[in-house]
């Protein structure tokens, strides 16, 4: 009876010291134990402050059964109101926001080949504009090339990505009349943490930002980001401001996916999501 009380107990304790084990090494205790699922992708974004914990707001999408986004809804926990929603329409190939402004997606992967948008997304009427995103065989995006919707063959702006294996590590918006800088970024990576099917990262983006995290934009990084550095610039390349961020403590899943992780420093507007505890939920197929 004693030894066989022993030896339970001895067999206990080391169960929980493999535990203990597994969740440090993945950024602390509290989240390494969940199990996400065998296919799953983002479908909520919650962020609170980090010192204090309350809320601030989240992101997130009604993703039905059939891996198709229904709804997008950004809300700010601290008015309770909303700030921004989307209910995609789906038409064959289309996806429209609204009936001026829709993406295009290649057919075999609902990946995003376009989008027509307007100037002033508030404004219907407003000038419009279209967007051609290219990737490359690896299905990373690698290029968005930005025209006037009357005069499509003539970009006015270009934005270019450069990537370190599968993981973004520049980006520059330039004028593509000027040559002028409009934008630029560095990023850096975590080698030891490689989440699955964790955060796009495409630090140009801001007007139609809310879309980026739930719709195909390909590949995504292998590695979990450790800093985001943006730079704006006047005309003549001279920098007038940046945001810089950088993202810590991160607790993965027992099946290595992101649970929550610190971003600190600046909001970043591409994710979308303010600076404090980002908190992620999924939608497995």
């Given amino acids: 009876m004693k030894k066989g009380l022993l030896y339970s107990i001895i067999i206990i304790a080391a169960f929980a010291s493999c535990q203990k084990e597994y969740s440090t090494e993945n950024g602390g205790e509290g989240g390494a134990g969940v199990i ?56 064959n190939d289309t996806v429209y926001i609204d009936p001026d402004q829709y993406f295009i997606m290649e057919t075999a992967n609902k990946r995003i080949k376009s989008l027509h948008g307007l100037v002033d997304p508030t404004v219907p009427g407003s000038a419009e504009f279209d967007i051609t995103y290219t990737y490359d065989a690896a299905g990373l995006l690698i290029n968005k090339s930005y025209a006037n919707s009357a005069l499509p063959t003539v970009p006015y702006q270009l934005v270019n990505y450069t990537y370190t294996g599968s993981n973004l590590t520049h980006m520059e918006v330039i004028d593509a009349f000027t040559t ?38 390909g590949n995504k990084p292998s590695n979990a980001v450790k800093s985001l550095k943006l730079r704006y610039y006047d005309p003549g390349n001279v920098v007038v401001d940046s945001a810089v961020s950088t993202f810590n403590s991160y607790i993965l899943s027992r099946d290595n996916y992101v649970v929550s992780a610190y971003m600190l420093g600046d909001d970043q507007s591409s994710i979308p999501a303010a600076e404090g505890k980002l908190t992620f939920s999924y939608k497995c197929k």
């Fill in 36 to 91: 996400i699922g065998a296919d799953c992708r983002i479908s909520k974004i919650a962020y609170a402050d980090s010192a204090s914990g309350v809320g601030i707001g989240s992101i997130s999408a009604t993703i039905d059964a059939t891996d198709v986004v229904t709804d997008i809804t950004k809300f700010d926990s601290l008015t309770l109101t909303i700030d921004f929603n989307s209910q995609p329409q789906y038409f």
């Fill in 180 to 217: 002028d800088k409009i934008k630029d970024a560095d990023l850096t990576y975590y080698s030891n943490i490689s989440p699955k099917n964790y955060l796009y990262l495409f630090p140009d983006e801001d007007t139609y930002a809310e879309y980026n995290q739930f719709f195909n934009f």
